[in-house]
């Protein structure tokens, strides 16, 4: 379903390891420990550790691919970090370094492809508010069984946390 739409010219690297990624942009441990490495690099960092989760956990007798969704319009340009096989839906999720942060790209992946909801993957708290579900980074394992349950259920409902529902 995914791959339906994909282009070569057009692709993300993902390495093998958060830690070869890291060695190979050049930041070494001891230069982690600055806030302002951290806050530069965080994004790239928690991006890598979600791709490296989601090959992880993908069925092993399916061909593993990772996808993404890029629009370039003169006006503006948008970027959803992953597209996820939601049923017979692709679900967008986005990644965000820490508990916060604003989705811009989701909400234009919604609408164009009506899809009926996206996934925010970051260090907040497992909730649901419409149309986002907030996966933390620690629960990524969990995420295919978390779209298929409710997928099953027709809708999502509220879950964990205090957000609404």
Not at 23 to 29: A, I, K
Not at 42 to 56: H, I
Not at 111 to 135: D, M, T
Not at 146 to 155: F, K, P, R, V, Y
Request: one cysteine or more; hydrophobic letters at 45%.
């Amino acid at each position: 379903m995914l791959e339906a739409g994909a282009s070569d010219r057009n692709f993300k690297v993902v390495f093998l390891d958060v830690g070869l990624m890291q060695n190979l942009c050049g930041l070494r441990g001891d230069m982690l420990a600055s806030a302002d490495i951290l806050s530069v690099h965080s994004k790239a960092v928690a991006e890598q550790f979600v791709g490296q989760e989601l090959v992880g956990n993908f069925d092993p007798y399916a061909r593993a691919g990772l996808y993404y969704w890029v629009r370039e319009a003169r006006t503006s340009s948008a970027e959803v970090d992953y597209l996820v096989a939601g049923g017979s839906s692709v679900l967008p999720l986005e990644v965000k370094a820490g508990k916060s942060g604003t989705l811009r790209s989701m909400p234009l992946f919604l609408k164009q492809y009506a899809a009926p909801w996206g996934i925010k993957v970051s260090q907040a708290n497992l909730q649901f508010e419409k149309p986002v579900l907030s996966v933390p980074l620690y629960a990524l394992e969990n995420l295919q069984s978390l779209i298929t349950t409710n997928n099953a259920a027709g809708s999502l409902k509220k879950i964990g946390g205090t957000g609404g529902g």
